[in-house]
């Protein structure tokens, strides 16, 4: 099976642009989760799509948001960028099924964003 | 809120050593504890854990949950320079639908 991809890998953006990134879930998973990774906070949860819909959320801004597409395929935005939104993000997918939940999270190899 | 701690922060030590590395949580409806190993790209998962007392073990690694006391370990025996890395623990909540990661343990193995 394929591992989990994300795109684009690198993106240089400046303050006040909008962002939006990929990923592509393993081959029949149907949960997708973003985490937003920095030096200072670690790996912190952003949200998590299951079947379209937004099933899970973290405590981040409005300006993160975020879809998943009918193939399982999800995007997140971040408008109006800010210094701080600069770090790694990482997609995570796993079958998300209940009630036999593995938990099992693939990460993909993220997307780092540098906002200047 | 959920709440996950990962000592120590930092380790050095030579190959051929074994290392523990602790986490402990404090989070509600906990459903399991995942371990990962990040390197300089994303985590790869290492071992989930569900019951107490119920040790995993991969080759030279190993982990055991202990719910009581509300932790976990993760021990590397034989320790090699490939062993370098950030390792990361993660607790899941089920209610929340979502994980909540430490802020990792940062082994370094030197030859």
């Known amino acids: 099976k394929a591992g989990v991809t994300q795109t684009p890998r690198y993106l240089i953006k400046t303050r006040g642009q909008q962002v939006t990134l990929s990923c592509s879930p393993i081959?029949?998973?149907?949960?997708v989760s973003w985490y937003q990774q920095t030096p200072g906070q670690g790996l912190q949860f952003l949200f998590e799509y299951f079947s379209e819909t937004q099933r899970n959320k973290g405590n981040f801004p409005g300006r993160f948001s975020g879809r998943q597409f009918s193939n399982s395929r999800s995007e997140m935005n971040v408008s109006t960028l800010e210094l701080g939104d600069s770090a790694l993000y990482l997609c995570a997918s796993s079958d998300g099924l209940a009630p036999r939940v593995r938990n099992e999270q693939f990460f993909g190899p993220g997307t780092r964003l540098t906002v200047l | 809120e959920d709440k996950v701690v990962q000592s120590p922060l930092s380790l050095v030590v030579h190959e051929g050593d074994t290392v523990t590395l602790n986490c402990s949580y404090e989070v509600t409806n906990f459903r399991s504890l995942l371990w990962y190993k990040q390197e300089k790209k994303a985590p790869t998962f290492l071992f989930m854990l569900t019951s107490s007392g119920i040790e995993k073990k991969s080759g030279r690694l190993s982990s055991i949950l202990d719910k009581k006391e509300l932790s976990s370990i993760l021990n590397i025996t034989a320790t090699q320079t490939g062993d370098s890395a950030i390792y990361l623990c993660?607790?899941?909540?089920?209610?929340?639908?979502?994980?909540?990661f430490g802020d990792g343990t940062t082994l370094t193995v030197k030859p």
């Open positions: 993660a607790v899941h909540n089920t209610n929340a639908g979502k994980s909540t």
């Open positions: 081959s029949g998973h149907r949960s």
